[in-house]
């Protein structure tokens, strides 16, 4: 077997985007290009990674578990690239990066562990802001780098698309669901009581948009406008909620469980957002990789 890091980074990147399409346009090569190189992997692995279809690709049994060791070994790899640009004392800097306040106290003290070990002479300076001042403060070129879901782009500004992260039911542990329980279809919730973020929240809108769909559109009567606030109001039992898997890491703080949904599934687009016309330099690409991991990390 002779994987190459350029391979193991095309299959992470398309795990992360559910697209082929996608992950060729951030590659720089052409889908059939992609598709090629995706073929040598499986037959070099002797196994099928995803499943295709017209419309996406989905990881196989084979492909979950192969992704964890992708991701730790391509963040090993680069970590160990970037520990050589260390020799010069001209790469200490510092990163300012901004994050909503449940990935920044969820997320980003396992992805800021990480990086202090690969690059400690680099330092992170975290700040947990809103959706707007995030957006703001990166166009104003006060943060480095700012991390969630931005539905939106801006002229001024250039996204990465870092991870799909798809919708789940937040319930009250041990709570009663309709069918089995281990996986809901989007029809199931239309009599559920259901919590929610403002509405001009763009996970809502992803939400309301879905709910409406089946059938629902009255809006929640119960509304918070933070994650955790959400989150510890559904263990209290005042209802589910409907919210994307990167809050994993947040509801194990919780009595909480979580519950695929289905037909369809659903994902929302994890971003980064940098100024355009500002260099992406290597300690934020690093940055951005332990960011991923501990993401992954949190979500098994």
Same mark, same amino acid.
């Given at each position: ?21 996608? #992950? +060729?346009?951030? $590659?720089?090569?052409?889908? &059939?290009?992609? *598709?090629?190189? =995706?073929?040598?992997?499986? /037959?070099? %692995? ?33 970590? #160990? +690239?970037?520990? $050589?640009?260390?020799?010069? &004392?001209?790469? *200490?800097?510092? =990163?300012?990066?901004?994050? /909503?306040? %449940? ?198």
């Amino acid at each position: 077997m002779n994987l190459s890091l350029r391979q193991i980074r095309a299959f992470t990147l398309i795990a992360r985007l559910q697209s082929i399409t996608r #992950a +060729a346009e951030q $590659l720089h090569i052409s889908q &059939a290009g992609l *598709s090629g190189m =995706l073929r040598d992997i499986e /037959t070099q %692995l002797d196994c099928r990674l995803f499943d295709r279809t017209t419309r996406a690709v989905s990881l196989t049994d084979a492909g979950r578990a192969f992704l964890p060791v992708a991701t730790r070994v391509l963040a090993e790899l680069e970590g #160990a +690239a970037a520990s $050589l640009g260390r020799l010069s &004392a001209a790469e *200490s800097q510092t =990163l300012v990066i901004g994050a /909503t306040p %449940l990935v920044a106290s969820c997320v980003l003290p396992l992805a800021c562990a990480a990086f202090a070990a690969q690059r400690p002479q680099t330092s992170v300076v975290v700040q947990d802001l809103d959706r707007a001042q995030i957006r703001q403060k990166v166009q104003a070129g006060e943060l480095d780098a700012g991390y969630g879901v931005f539905l939106e782009a801006a002229g001024d500004l250039r996204r990465m698309l870092l991870q799909m992260s798809e919708l789940v039911l937040v319930a009250p542990q041990g709570a009663a669901l309709p069918g089995t329980g281990e996986r809901l279809r989007w029809s199931e919730l239309r009599d559920l009581a259901l919590l929610s973020l403002p509405a001009d929240n763009p996970i809502q809108q992803q939400v309301d948009a879905q709910l409406a769909s089946i059938g629902r559109s009255q809006p929640s009567q119960r509304t918070f406008n933070h994650l955790h606030t959400v989150l510890a109001m559904v263990e209290a039992g005042a209802g589910h909620a409907v919210l994307p898997s990167f809050v994993a890491s947040a509801s194990l703080r919780y009595r909480l469980q979580m519950v695929p949904l289905t037909r369809p599934r659903v994902a929302l687009e994890f971003y980064e957002i940098t100024r355009k016309g500002r260099p992406r330099g290597s300690a934020l690409a690093a940055f951005s990789q332990c960011l991923l991991a501990a993401m992954s990390r949190a979500s098994d």
